[in-house]
Structure formats: C-alpha cells, structure tokens
C-alpha cells in the first residue's frame, strides 16, 4: 500500500513517503541519510505521548539512538522563545552539519523545527514525521519554514527542504474527528484548484476516507502531495504558481485574525469556508457555473465541515473589517490583494484583478447567513 511521491528540486530533491507503519519503519527509512547511527527528534507533548515510543523503537530497529526535546502542543510555540530553546538543545545535543534533525508532529513541529534546521550551523538536514492530515498533505511538503511574529503568522522564516517526509497514514487514527475534518479542508483544496477527477473522487469517497478507510486515506494523501510536489517543483519560492495552493486562503487569514487564531476557527476550517467563498466569488464575476460553489458546499456539508460563517461560533466583525484583514494578506504585492479564483472545479489561476464590490457582496451575504 506505501506509496513514494518524489519532489523534483535538483539535488536538494526528496521522497515523501506515504502509507501505514511508517514510524515503525523510520529507522530502515532514515538509516540510509546517516553519517553516525543518531538522530535528535522534537516534538510536542500530545505527539510524544501518541507516537514517540514507536518513533523510537523504529529508529532503535535500525540501531539507530535518538535523544528528544517535547514542546508545549499548540500555535504559541511557533514563537522566538521556543526557537531559541530548539536551537539550543540542538547544539547541546552537539548536532554538527552532517547530521539529521527530525520532526515529529503537526504543522506547529514542522514549521519550527524545519526552521531550527535552517539556521542552526547555517542549515543542517532534517526530517518530517508528519503526524496530523494538514501537515502530512500541506507543511511537511514544500520546505516552508517558520514561526509566528507578533505582527501576524509565518512573517518570520526560510525556505529550508527536507530530506525526507515519512507521512504514517496510521498516525491520523489518532486525530480527533475536527481535526482530521480541517486537514481534509487542505485535501479538497487539492481538487478544487487543479484536479476536477480528484474532487469527483473525493466526493465519492470522503465519506469512507473520513471513517478510517486505510487504502482511500492513502491514496488522498498521495494525490494532494503529488500536486504538491508537482507546484513546488515548478515554482519553489512562490513567484507564481505556488500562489494556487492558497486558493481560499484569503479569507481564511482575514477570519482566522478575526477569531483571534482561536480553537473558534482551525486553518483547516477556515480554507473549506475559503475555498467555499472563493468559488461564489469566482461565479458572481462570471468566471465560472452557479453549480460551482453550490457542488463544494454540498460536498464540505456531507463530511459534517464547516461552511458558513454561521458555523463559527460567536460574533464575526462586520464586512469593512473583514476587508481590512484581507489587505494585511501576505498576497498583498503593492497594495494590490491577489486571489485564486477559479474558471470551475480544478481550475483555479492567480489574479489581481478582482472588483472590490463583488468581494463586499460576498461577505456581505455570506455574513447574512
Ligand atoms: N501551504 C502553502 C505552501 O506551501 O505554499
């Protein structure tokens, strides 16, 4: 059932590998990146408590030792202080340049760890455990690295790629049913910005996905990381296409600042809604069939997702301020806010030329309910 899905950057290309027993297998998988059979493995208290034990007794199959650092679960240690603190174990764990850094987590490990590789010695090689839906389809993939500032999320970070993403499909048994729902949000992202057959699939097969169905979770995984692996492949740095894998994420960002980046809204949830939003828009400007976003809802409303602002609980700040949050996107290039729309399902392309009145009405209406 495991599946190899490459990304395509020269000689800093990778495998991802996809399927049950992963963790159990780290060891045979990992080995072969070694200089010294050692490795230094973070990750955060919920994971440790989960996976870290077969972590170890994979590695330990291979005679491979490992020390590890457990984080505080959770966003607030995509911070400076926890850097600092990775960043220092590591060198207290006496890592030098040639050997191997390995997360074992969500996005929040991924992203942090990734970028405590980047800069400890000026950049040593690591690893991606994926263990939540998001960060096995989304963060592990691509080497986006970083933490949060204060003045918003990811403002601070490197491009740093991994050696190697073991994404364990077993591993999300153990996800909570909210958050395997919101790292589904990612999944039909997939399918809606570039693979209208995928959606068609993931129609028919969601349901079983989401109820622990090993073989479909596989194959959804290995889709959405091959179109990954595909768009970081052609665009690394996101001077172009890497753009469309944030199809929804406008306003996403503007209502995760909304809800205060709060268990109110996950990032998984709040691109469904996105995406949701992102094909009304795309119909009002006449890019693409009313039946569009009424085919995504449907869908995001058969796996039990959210879809309407009134699934948020608690009030939402009124059109105008949602409108503010939208220009402090990251996709804002001077002064001008970019979107990915989409000409249907599977079709979504990159632009800036998006009449502000049409983006009003649709938030307008969706605030209606
Ligand atoms: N999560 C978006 C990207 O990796 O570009």
């Keep these: 059932m495991q599946q190899t899905v490459r990304v ?3 000689d800093r290309s990778y495998d991802v590998l996809i399927g049950p027993g992963l963790i159990a297998g780290s ?18 208290e919920n994971v440790a408590v989960r996976h870290l034990a077969a972590l170890q007794a994979g590695l330990a199959d291979a005679g491979i030792e490992m020390e590890a650092l457990t984080l505080p679960a959770g966003e607030a240690t995509k911070s400076w202080p926890h850097l600092s603190r990775t960043v220092e174990w590591l060198l207290s764990q006496k890592v030098e340049r040639t050997d191997v850094v390995v997360a074992l987590g969500g996005g929040v490990i991924g992203d ?24 096995q389809v989304d963060s592990s993939v691509g080497g986006k690295t970083g933490i949060n ?3 918003g999320k990811n403002l601070v970070g490197a491009f740093h790629q991994p050696s190697l993403v073991l994404a364990d499909t077993e591993a999300l048994a153990t996800l909570t049913s909210r958050d395997f729902l919101a790292g589904y949000g990612e999944v039909v992202k997939y399918g809606l910005l570039g693979d209208a057959a995928f959606f068609d699939w993931l129609e028919v097969n969601g349901p079983a996905l989401a109820a622990g169905d090993m073989a479909a979770r596989v194959q959804a ?11 970081v492949a052609r665009d690394e740095t996101e001077q172009g ?25 996950l990032h998984g949830e709040g691109v469904a809604i996105g995406c949701g939003l992102a094909f009304e828009l795309s119909s009002r400007i006449g890019l693409c069939a009313q039946e569009d976003p009424s085919r995504v809802r449907a869908h995001l409303r058969d796996m039990g997702m959210k879809v309407d602002f009134a699934d948020i609980p608690g009030d939402l700040p009124g059109t105008a301020a949602l409108m503010n949050l939208m220009a402090q996107d990251k996709k804002v290039v001077d002064g001008t806010l970019r979107f990915i729309l989409a000409r249907g399902i599977g079709a979504a392309f990159v632009t800036s030329d998006v009449p502000r009145a049409a983006v009003v009405s649709v938030l307008d209406d969706a605030r209606a309910g």
């Design 8 to 10: 395509e950057l020269g």
């Design 27 to 44: 060891g045979a998988a990992i080995a072969p990146l070694l200089r010294r059979p050692r490795v230094a493995v973070v990750t955060d």
């Design 112 to 135: 942090l760890v990734g970028f405590a590789a980047a800069i400890l010695r000026r950049g040593v090689r690591f690893v991606q455990i994926p263990t939540s839906l998001l960060a």
């Design 149 to 151: 500032a204060p003045q």
């Design 221 to 231: 995984v290995t889709r959405s990381v091959q179109m990954k692996a595909d768009i």
């Design 241 to 265: 296409d890497r753009a469309l894998l944030n199809l929804g994420h406008t306003f996403c960002h503007a209502l995760e600042a909304a809800t205060g980046y709060s268990d109110r809204l």
